[in-house]
Structure formats: C-alpha cells, structure tokens
C-alpha cells in the first residue's frame, strides 16, 4: 500500500516539482495551496507525512504546523519544512513548533526524498 505525502506550497511548481519526485518514488500526494487549504484537506485519512512552505499567504508554514499538531488524528505526523528560509531563529521556532526537518529550496528531489523516507510513519 502506497504511503500518502501532503504538499503544501501556495507556489503551484513546487508542489509540481515535489509531486512528481513523491510520486516517482511511489507515494500518493495530496496537494494544499496554503495552510488553510491544506488544513481543510485534513479530513482524518491517513497522511503519512506533511511537506510544508514557511511563507504563504493566509495561513504561514509555522501557523499552520502549530494547528496540525492540534489535531488528534495528526498530532504525530511528520512535518518537513520546504523553504527559502534558512534563517537560524526561523528553524527553532519551526522545530519548536514540532516541525521534523527543515530543507532550504532550492532543494535535490534525491535530498528530499531521503528526508520522507527517514521520517515516513510506518
């Protein structure tokens, strides 16, 4: 059974880029064009991993990442940050948030991927 990766980037070629790269790698993805899309995707199917952008309008990555841990159905999903941000302050308050791994765009689908893998839920 394929493992399901949530992308969430208000940037529509991110998501394209890292589509294809999950899906080249066997994953099922669901797509969110910022938090709050992404949070009304969250309907309590099993989502094995969230990949999220930091800046993105009405919902930011960090906002977003606080309310998914919210959640009970998602409290231990992982999160990768997808981000232009490489700021130190920017990482802790990502981590702090619970956010697992924080890869800088532009970014190696191959870098990427290794990170899902690693962190994936079973």
């Given at each position: 059974?394929?493992?399901?990766?949530?992308?969430?980037?208000?940037?529509?070629?991110?998501?394209?880029?890292?589509?294809?790269?999950?899906?080249?790698?066997?994953?099922?993805?669901?797509?969110?064009?910022?938090?709050r899309d992404a949070l009304a995707k969250l309907t309590g199917q099993k989502v094995h991993l969230i990949i999220s952008d930091v800046n993105m309008p009405n919902m930011d990555g960090i906002s977003f990442l606080k309310a998914v841990k919210?959640?009970?159905?998602?409290?231990?999903?992982?999160?990768?940050?997808?981000?232009?941000?490489s700021e130190e302050s920017k990482k802790r308050e990502g981590q702090?948030?619970?956010?697992?791994?924080?890869?800088?765009?532009?970014?190696?689908?191959?870098q990427l991927i290794g990170a899902v893998q690693r962190l994936c839920l079973p």
């Open positions: 059974m394929s493992k399901t990766v949530m992308i969430v980037d208000d940037s529509a070629s991110v998501r394209r880029v890292v589509g294809i790269a999950l899906k080249g790698a066997g994953y099922t993805v669901i797509e969110g064009s910022d938090g919210q959640l009970p159905a998602y409290r231990f999903t992982p999160v990768i940050m997808l981000t232009t941000e702090a948030a619970g956010a697992k791994a924080w890869v800088v765009k532009p970014f190696q689908p191959e």
